[in-house]
C-alpha cells in the first residue's frame, strides 16, 4: 500500500470508528460515555460494514497473499480477528433486532472498530519510516554535483557532465566546491570536510597520493584528482545500494513477528475450536459456545505486536537518522 492512501484510510476509518466506540457495548459491557437511540445498532451496523469491507480491505488482501503462499502471518491473524468478530455481530444483530430471540447474542462491532484503526495506525507508521528512510537516499543523490572541470594533457580545463566522467580522467577541484567522483589527488593540497558522507565533523588534511571521496565538500585549497570511481563504482553509490537493499529486507524483529503471528494464527484457531467443542459439551447452547470461540479469536488478534513493531521500526529508524546512521 501506498503511504498515502494508508494514511487516508486510517482517518476515513477513524471518523467511522468513532460512532461505532459512542454507540455498541464493548465486551458486553456499556462504558460511562456510551449511549443508544432508537435505530442507533442500524447506524453501528452500517458503519461496522462500511469500515470491515473499506479499512479491512488491506488485511484480507494481504491474508489472501499469504494464504496463497501457504505462509500465513501477520495479515492472516488480522484477518481472522476482524473477519470473525464482523461476521458474529452481524449474527448477533440479526438475533438480537431481527428475530427476538429471547437470549440476548453479544456482539463485537466496538472491538472491529479499535482492531481495524489500531492496525491501519501501526501500518501507516510503519510506511512513514520506511519513506523519511527513502528521503535520506535523495539526500545523498544531491551530494553530487551536477557537472566536473575536466583536465586535459595540455592543463586545459572544460567543464563536463558529470555522467561523462571516465575513471582515470584528471578533474580540477576548486575551494568550496563539491568533489564530483571517488578519486585520488595527484596535485595540491587541501582539508576536506566529508561529513555529509562519513559523519565526521572536522575536515580531514589531504595531500597528494590521499584519496577522497565524491559527495565531500573541499576546503580552502585547490586539487585536482585522478578518478577512481564514478556511477556505480563510486562510495556514495555503493552506501546507496546497501541502503535501498535494507529497505527491501525485513528486519529481525519483523521476521521474529512473523513467524509469531503464524504460530498464533494456528494455536487461536486450535483453542477457539477446542472452546467451541468444550463449551457445547458444557452448556449444550450455540450461541453461547459461538461466543466463547469468537472471543477466542479476537483476543488472539495482535493489537498490541501490529502496533509494537512498527512503533520500534519508526522509532529506531528517527534515532539512528538523529544520529547521523543511516
Known amino acids: 500500500m501506498h503511504m498515502g492512501n494508508l494514511k487516508q484510510k486510517?482517518?476515513?476509518s477513524l471518523v467511522l470508528a468513532l460512532p461505532i466506540l459512542f454507540l455498541s457495548p464493548m465486551m458486553g459491557l456499556n462504558l460511562p460515555f456510551q449511549f443508544e437511540f432508537p435505530g442507533s445498532q442500524w447506524v453501528v451496523l452500517i458503519l461496522a460494514t462500511v469500515l470491515f469491507f473499506y479499512g479491512g480491505m488491506p488485511f484480507l488482501q494481504g491474508a489472501k497473499m499469504e494464504l496463497s503462499q501457504k505462509e500465513p502471518a501477520m495479515m492472516t491473524l488480522i484477518s481472522l480477528g476482524?473477519?470473525?468478530s464482523y461476521l458474529y455481530s452481524v449474527y448477533a444483530f440479526i438475533m438480537n433486532n431481527l428475530v427476538h430471540s429471547s437470549q440476548h447474542v453479544m456482539?463485537?462491532?466496538?472491538?472491529?472498530?479499535?482492531?481495524i484503526v489500531i492496525m491501519l495506525l501501526g501500518h501507516w507508521i510503519e510506511m512513514n519510516a520506511i519513506s523519511n528512510a527513502g528521503n535520506a537516499l535523495e539526500k545523498m543523490a544531491e551530494l553530487l554535483p551536477n557537472s566536473a572541470l575536466l583536465v586535459d594533457d595540455?592543463?586545459?580545463?572544460?567543464?563536463?557532465?558529470?555522467?561523462?566522467?571516465?575513471k582515470g580522467q584528471h578533474l580540477l577541484v576548486?575551494?568550496?566546491e563539491k568533489v564530483p567522483t571517488d578519486g585520488k589527488i595527484i596535485s595540491g593540497e587541501t582539508s576536506i570536510n566529508e561529513s555529509m558522507v562519513t559523519g565526521e565533523s572536522q575536515e580531514v588534511?589531504?595531500?597528494?597520493?590521499?584519496t577522497v571521496i565524491g559527495g565531500s565538500v573541499n576546503g580552502s585549497g585547490t586539487i585536482t584528482i585522478e578518478v577512481t570511481g564514478t556511477g556505480e563504482s563510486g562510495y556514495l553509490s555503493q552506501v546507496m545500494n546497501l541502503v535501498s537493499s535494507a529497505q527491501n529486507e525485513k528486519s529481525r524483529v519483523e521476521s521474529l513477528s512473523d513467524k509469531v503471528a503464524k504460530w498464533l494464527f494456528y494455536v487461536a484457531l486450535g483453542v477457539g475450536i477446542l472452546a467451541f467443542i468444550i463449551?457445547?459439551?458444557?452448556?449444550?447452547?450455540?450461541?453461547?459456545?459461538?461466543?466463547r470461540m469468537v472471543t477466542v479469536f479476537i483476543i488472539a488478534c495482535p493489537h498490541a505486536l501490529g502496533l509494537a513493531i512498527p512503533l520500534v521500526t519508526a522509532r529506531s529508524t528517527s534515532l539512528g537518522a538523529e544520529n547521523g546512521v543511516l
Open 205 to 210: 588534511p589531504k595531500k597528494k597520493e590521499d
Open 107 to 115: 456482539d463485537f462491532f466496538w472491538e472491529l472498530a479499535t482492531l
Open 174 to 176: 576548486k575551494a568550496g
Open 154 to 166: 595540455a592543463g586545459n580545463t572544460t567543464e563536463v557532465d558529470l555522467q561523462e566522467v571516465q
Open 279 to 291: 463449551w457445547q459439551i458444557i452448556d449444550g447452547d450455540l450461541n453461547t459456545s459461538l461466543e
Open 10 to 12: 486510517f482517518w476515513i
Open 82 to 84: 476482524i473477519s470473525v
